[in-house]
């Protein structure tokens, strides 16, 4: 096994790494020139839709221009507090808008109408399966090429211009096309409050030639946007809470395990705080992993079936009783639906309901409220914990190898686990690198992101991007395979541009490795790259860049930083 690591900003002295890298703030990020488009007394849609990013937490729109969108392009570039970061493609802007959304909460991308559309419709979907609000703003055709019958380039050459809208019904919760300026304020607000309510992707069409137009609705300095929080059924949520209280308190042993959509639910504190006050032992699902603490004394592991952290299966499945805290349970997740798991224990709570056993069902319950209200009801119980604690024995470490011998990656993924701090990010690629960051134990304050519902190979180079620009503060190693970053290498580009500090580790397997496991075949083989001089051409000698092929496991950094 080869491993390419690069640093864009030269050698940690901690470890030998490869990075990308800037803080978020960095003049050198790719933004593009300002051009002013309405006078100071004026204001127009596109800067409206500027104002409103802002507002709600959006500083970085990933986009690639078009000639349908280069006027919004102008807005988004002269509003303060937002920057224009431009991608080498649609997906990879997309990807990158995914990337943010995990680090800031929401996200946003720009792109041109219909080729710039479809082709970051596959991201939009991968963000709509993992439940994160990105805004996806298309330019669209002037607002009088509506009903004319004309045909217009980047289409298919048939005057009808909703191809794009009907792709993307199936992959965002809201769809609005503006190409009138009376209600294109209630639009814009319209999607953007769906996108963050939902926690899914909305897309957004503006006809080119509205941008720069003034109309009465949008005010120079627009209200503060706000989104009311949605509160529990007062009744249904103490019913909920005296149902469960009622299911645990019975029970002998109970665990908890958290999901994948406390991060829908805002719930993270809340799941800690039922842990401190009920004593349970308690795991993570795979996709759930860095939503709690891994420091935690009660923590079990990752609960994946039969692929689980040792021990922790045991403790689970031997459990009378288990509340799931947003779960999701598809063929990844359980390992082919092979849990040992009997739904008359479980306790199965999402975002808005909460299942006990096989019944009663509770609606309109909200998890952070349920949650906490649990906490301040439930009986102490350590007996889960206990009988893990009689059970475990501490994990070994890797034999010291002999001096050249080739890298194994036990050897690697020891190294990345010395690196991380709780300044540290961790995103994980489609493919064996899931089942390796596994294994990794998260300091406090450690992030952690992978897109295991989707699983779309080549997510990682795009989501890496957007979530170091989005989580400035973090350090982010990404563990990719050669396979995948064949697939959106080019967005090295947009991490040089954007002086980020990001770690990538790639992973040279020589191919599909994960597919090689479920299926081996010519197919699973791929022309091998020169890596490093890969990232070497692209850096061109423009902003800061290491890189290194690293085979044995006695590898000792001399190059010097470019």
């Known amino acids: 096994m080869d491993t390419h690591i690069g640093s864009v900003d030269g050698p940690s002295p901690a470890a030998v790494n490869g990075a990308v890298g800037c803080p978020a703030s960095a003049p050198g990020c790719p933004i593009m020139s300002s051009h002013p488009v309405v006078s100071a007394g004026e204001a127009s849609l596109g800067r ?17 221009p078009g000639d349908f969108n280069l006027t919004l392009l102008d807005h988004l570039v002269d509003e303060p507090g937002l920057r224009l970061v431009g991608c080498c493609n649609e997906l990879n ?12 909460g929401v996200g946003a991308c720009a792109v041109t109408f219909t080729v710039g559309g479809l082709s970051v419709l596959n991201a939009i979907a991968g963000a709509y399966s993992e439940n994160l609000p990105v805004i996806c703003i298309a330019g669209g055709p002037n607002s009088n090429d509506y009903g004319t019958n004309r045909i217009l380039h980047h289409t298919i050459g048939i005057p009808d211009f909703s191809q794009e809208l009907r792709c993307f019904q199936t992959v965002t919760c809201h769809q609005a096309v503006v190409t009138n300026l009376d209600d294109a304020h209630e639009q814009i607000d319209t999607a953007i409050a769906t996108a963050l309510r939902e926690s899914k992707p909305v897309y957004l069409s503006i006809s080119c030639n509205l941008p720069g137009l003034p109309h009465p609705t949008f005010t120079r ?106 779960p999701i349970f598809n063929d990844y997740s359980s390992v082919g639906y092979s849990f040992l798991l009997k739904k008359d224990k479980a306790i199965i709570v999402q975002p808005e309901r909460v299942i006990v056993g096989n019944g009663p069902a509770f609606g309109c319950v909200m998890m952070k409220e349920y949650l906490s209200a649990l906490a301040k009801r439930v009986q102490k119980n350590t007996t889960a914990y206990e009988n893990y604690k009689r059970i475990f024995v501490p994990e070994g470490h890797p034999l010291k190898g002999e001096a050249n011998e080739p890298l194994r990656v036990n050897v690697l993924f020891k190294h990345i686990q010395d690196m991380l701090t709780g300044d540290s990010a961790v995103l994980a690629e489609t493919g064996d690198s899931w089942f390796n960051c596994q294994k990794l134990k998260l300091p406090e304050g450690c992030g952690y992101e992978f897109q295991m519902q989707y699983g779309s190979i080549g997510w990682s180079v795009g989501a890496l991007l957007g979530y170091a620009q989005g989580a400035s503060d973090k350090r ?52 091998n790259w020169n890596y490093t001089a890969l990232v070497e051409a692209i850096h061109n000698g423009e902003g800061k860049c290491w890189t290194a092929k690293v085979s044995t496991a006695f590898f000792c950094p001399l190059h010097r930083p470019m």
């Open 48 to 64: 409206h839709l500027a104002r409103r990013l802002v507002q709600v937490g959006v500083s970085d729109v990933f986009a690639v």
């Open 221 to 326: 300095d627009p209200v503060p946007f706000f989104l009311a929080p949605r509160m529990s059924n007062k009744m249904g949520l103490e019913a909920a809470v005296e149902a469960t209280v009622e299911f645990l308190n019975k029970a002998v042993k109970p665990v908890l395990v958290a999901g994948p959509k406390l991060r829908v639910a805002k719930a993270g504190k809340a799941f800690v705080d039922l842990v401190d006050a009920s004593g349970y032992a308690y795991a993570i699902m795979p996709s759930a992993k860095g939503f709690v603490p891994e420091t935690h004394p009660h923590f079990l592991g990752t609960y994946w079936g039969a692929v689980s952290t040792a021990f922790c299966a045991e403790i689970v499945e031997s459990a009378d009783a288990y509340l799931f805290a947003g």
């Open 476 to 527: 982010v190693i990404a563990c990719i395979g050669d396979g995948s970053f064949q697939v959106t290498a080019q967005d090295v580009s947009t991490m040089l541009r954007c002086e980020q500090n990001s770690i990538i580790f790639l992973i040279n397997n020589g191919g599909y490795t994960i597919e090689v496991e479920i299926h081996d075949g010519p197919y699973n083989v791929i022309k």
């Open 93 to 104: 802007a997309g990807y990158a808008a995914d990337g943010y959304a995990r680090a800031r």
